[in-house]
């Protein structure tokens, strides 16, 4: 539990504001971040940040203060007279360096380390995709950018999610490696039952597999081949 979280949580009369700054905090997900403050909507971000505290020991982001001060920056633009906000053009989508994570790539394992380097071509691919909007000659052409953009973010986002829950673990001494061998192989085994698996749940399956391999661990041919259908190789 986040004590800090918990006593926002139990009062009965809540600012929304403080709420948020809590969320700015504890929370990596951006996207989300940027939602939760132009919708204003409390519902979400009260539940958000139930799932946070229920985390546990959840680190701080770093960039938190940046987050929040761009948030303010545009409720401020966007007020007129005390009224609600209206939007009158697409919102900003918040950025970030990689590098500014203070993450460094050779202190993970290697299964993290190909996790870094996705993370570090989506940065790019996000940021062409930004430049591209600034010239798209069409709403639809915007539309299609953006939503590729968010797409983008949307993996980043599922990428760090990954590497900040190792390193939490790794701090806490709940896990040696991030390596659990029963629960690599329940995830597999349950994914692998499931049809048309998207992207992102591919590349989990990949990461839980590049961890038994590098442990020595055996699978079943069944296991493997199916395995193998994803694009996934298999072998001790």
């Known amino acids: 539990m986040n004590p800090e979280i918990d006593q926002y949580l139990q009062k009965k009369e809540k ?21 939760i ?31 929040l001060s761009i948030y303010n920056r545009s409720a401020a633009s966007a007020n007129h007279g005390g009224k609600a906000p209206v939007m009158t053009s697409e919102p900003d989508i918040i950025f970030r360096t990689y590098d ?3 993450t460094r790539r050779a202190d993970l394992p290697e299964h993290l380390q190909k996790v870094y380097d996705d993370i570090a071509g989506d940065y790019k691919l ?8 600034k010239t798209a000659m069409t709403d639809k052409d915007r539309a299609e950018l953006r939503a590729k953009v968010l797409e983008t973010q949307e993996r980043i986002d599922s990428g760090w999610e990954t590497i900040d ?21 329940s995830y597999i085994s349950k994914m692998l039952r499931k049809k048309d698996l998207k992207p992102d749940q591919i590349e989990k399956i990949r990461i839980r597999a590049d961890a038994l391999k590098q442990h020595g661990c ?9 395995l193998k259908t994803l694009g996934i190789t298999y072998r001790v």
């Not at 709420?19 to 989300?32: K, P, Q, T």
């Not at 020991?57 to 940046?66: M, Q």
């Open 15 to 35: 600012d929304f504001n403080e709420g948020f700054a809590l969320f700015c905090r504890y929370s990596r997900n951006e996207s989300l971040m940027s939602w």
């Open 37 to 67: 403050g132009r919708k204003k909507d409390e519902a979400r971000l009260i539940y958000e940040l139930g799932k946070l505290s229920r985390l546990g020991a959840c680190t701080e982001n770093p960039l938190a203060d940046r987050h």
């Open 165 to 185: 829950k190792w390193l939490l673990e790794k701090e806490s001494g709940k896990v040696e490696e991030s390596f659990k061998e029963s629960t690599c192989r």
């Open 100 to 102: 500014e994570r203070k």
């Open 126 to 133: 996000r940021r062409s995709y930004h430049e591209k909007m």
């Open 218 to 226: 055996i699978l079943s041919d069944e296991i493997t081949d199916k």
